[in-house]
């Protein structure tokens, strides 16, 4: 069974800090990694899916490394903005989703 | 491209009463989706998947006879929480994938706020 784990559980941090999530999980053997930003009370939007063959993907202030030998993912964004407040999940496909509990992020201006 | 849509976003309903959710992917057909329950401060759990046309396939824990799933075209798949209890209180949410394949990113509906009075 898929076991996913995110450090820290959440993160306060002043504007214009780069922020750097971590995501592991136990079994290498997937298809494929996603990063969410979930705020209170809302559904999930997709930020970055890194395909199991890559090593990273990157999209405007976010970039996203995969290590599957070691089981592990990492989440950076660059020059932090408040409006980057939420919760961020990752999401390990192994034909199915197995969510992290995620990393609560709060940029204070 | 690749929009999911769950209605209703919010529903309130009395305990003992049936709640039907329905997903919808708008753009795309979706031969799979899947549909999980989020907890207040918790992580996603997966509580079935729902293959049209077939039976719904259910995790461990998850009572099948509670939580019915009918799937029954490519674009709509829909949750009935029957005889549902105050501890069926919960954000619920689906997700589909676009294509047959489960290299394929999933996307996720907005999610559906239920309280059971």
């Known amino acids: 069974k898929q076991e996913v784990t995110q450090i820290p559980a959440a993160l306060s941090v002043p504007e214009g800090e780069n922020l750097v999530l971590n995501c592991s999980f136990t079994?290498?053997?997937?298809?494929?990694l996603q990063w969410f930003r979930q705020d209170p009370g809302k559904g999930l939007t997709s930020l970055l899916l890194i395909q199991s063959s890559q090593r990273e993907q990157t999209s405007g202030r976010l970039n996203a490394s995969l290590d599957k030998s070691s089981g592990r993912s990492t989440l950076y964004i660059a020059a932090s903005q408040p409006g980057d407040s939420a919760t961020y999940l990752c999401a390990v496909n192994d034909y199915k989703l197995s969510f992290g509990a995620g990393t609560t992020v709060t940029v204070r201006a | 491209g690749a929009v999911v849509s769950q209605h209703p976003s919010w529903v309130i309903c009395k305990s003992g009463t049936s709640v039907k959710i329905e997903c919808r992917s708008l753009d795309f057909q979706a031969t799979t989706m899947f549909w999980y329950r989020q907890f207040p401060k918790q992580s996603l759990m997966l509580m079935a998947t729902s293959n049209e046309g077939s039976k719904a396939t259910y995790e461990q824990g998850v009572e099948k006879d509670k939580f019915l799933i009918n799937h029954a075209s490519l674009t709509l798949s829909t949750l009935t929480v029957t005889s549902a209890h105050p501890e069926d209180s919960s954000f619920y949410i689906c997700?589909?994938?676009?294509?047959?394949?489960?290299?394929?990113?999933?996307?996720f509906g907005p999610g559906t706020r239920l309280t059971v009075l």
């Open positions: 079994d290498s053997a997937i298809y494929n």
């Open positions: 997700s589909a994938h676009r294509g047959r394949s489960s290299y394929n990113e999933q996307f």
